[in-house]
């Protein structure tokens, strides 16, 4: 039997936030105190990293669990972490929602987040809570760690191969799909559940990213929160070069396609604008890409897919096979189109 | 002349932000990549914190301009920091604000923060930014470092003189003024500004967090946000301890009792339950306690006064000089009370 909703109060949250946290190495104090205390490795550097998700701008409670809230917004904080090729430790999560959800929402929610966490042995270590006059905000700060130098945006070269892992538009086909009333006809269920699922519980590269980060050869790296036509542009402008990405080599899953196809969609213009893959781009010297793809495919199962090439000057260029410009869809600009960023 | 209220980007605040952000020590990478990159003083523990500002509920526009909003939401993390004994270094900002908010409002609401974080050498070193379909949400994460033992809740033993930095009960004389729709006749100006600016610009005891911290004797330490019954009582229960305050003792400004006098308020309900005071509170041995007072006083030129002593038991009791229990003003339950907690 399900406990009962229960009225919400700051202690009995805090209570049901300090059964479920998970313990951790390299924890004094967790949650319970004016602030954790952690005891970093020796010698390691340290990165931190923040993420906020809103209500009905990130996503919307119609389509989106408690339970996803969680994970998601652990996620994208992991795959910043990862981006940097560091490992993550160390979770401290801010969670405001209004006065009529229940304890069994609040604790939904915390189980997606811990069950995450308890894969890439990240531990929840502090937080906040708070009532929300309006909808749920989520704000997650992850601390995490490297050996390594960190790995930037700024390391990209003329000539180097621009490369993504896995494939590029599955959550902003799972976005169209949750976005209508109700699913389109004719898509097998199991093709419905890849791309919905990559939009709700984006699966963050963190054993990519610290490989990635321990290898020789890359020469920057940034995850694809915001959509590659503009992460691309990221790397780009804090690298001082251009590029060109050849959208007919862009890595799109079939499922990606079967939905556009169902939907009237364009799988291309979900691949490099969508947002919200949580892949990891990459550059690096073209005499290394084999090398790194085989090996990273070999260390972690993940797929590395040469998509373009860094180039002098400034201009950030899709195009076709022939070499023609395809425009790409505009990158997220949150403020102005308002809906969701990661 | 000031510049016009520009259309908000995301990218346009990012680079207010990356504009403004000061630089410090220990900063490999800041603003601006997928996360910062911190190098930590060898051989310390690392102090992590975080707290979320929820417009309506901690604060309302109609009295707090950005500037104190950002201010305050430093404020609250810089004090949980110093109430573990630690140094304050890097700050994680998160904000949400409406569609409508103007560039100006932005800039003031991180010049308000960084203000603060300049007077203790606490750098920003990364956040995120989301538009807000209600208020303003603001999270601000805070790592400090600590090379001694932190300083805990849960270490108050019976016979430990319980103390308390400053005064007690302004910041709710201050939030008992801004919430009237006038100020209250008869009270000077300076009064008036006294109590309201403890509400709006709480002051944190960093240095006297600091001073504690590396200090013989103090055997629990704790901030006073949710107010002084309900924080003393979070250190007898993570203490096992009980404890006595006798609250003819504790310290009232003049201001706060001139301002309770104009309103029919209560002075020492809100030094006993009003909150946001963002004084320290500590416990030590009683042979401690006057060698502790006055060293604190000659490093940092605060205030230490005796307001209790921690008992055997489980008993949190408020008493009067003649020993009648007196009840405390009920401690801030967020998610029941509903308005403000730091």
Known sequence: MKPRAARLTETSLIEAVRRRAIGGEGIRVGIGDDGAVLEPTAGATLIATTDLLVEDIHFRRRYAEPADIGWKSLAVNLSDVAAMGGRPRWALIALACPAATTMEEVEAFYGGLLALGAEHGVALVGGDTSSSPAGWFVNVTVLGETTGAPRRRSGARPGDVVAVTGTLGRAAAGLAVLDRPKAPAGVP??????????????????????????????????????????DLTHVAQESGVGARVTVDRLPVAESTRAVARALGGDALAWATGGGEDYELLLTCGPGAFARLSESLERATGARLTPIGEIEAGRAVAFVDARGRARPAAPGWEHFVTGRRRG
Chains 1, 2 share one sequence.
């Not at 519980?201 to 290898?215: D, N, S, Y």
């Open 189 to 230: 269920a199991d093709t419905l559940a890849d791309v919905t699922t990559a939009h709700l519980r984006p699966r963050p590269r963190v054993a990519e990213g610290q490989w990635l980060g321990a290898a020789e050869g890359v020469t920057a790296m940034i995850d694809l929160s915001d959509g590659l036509a503009t």
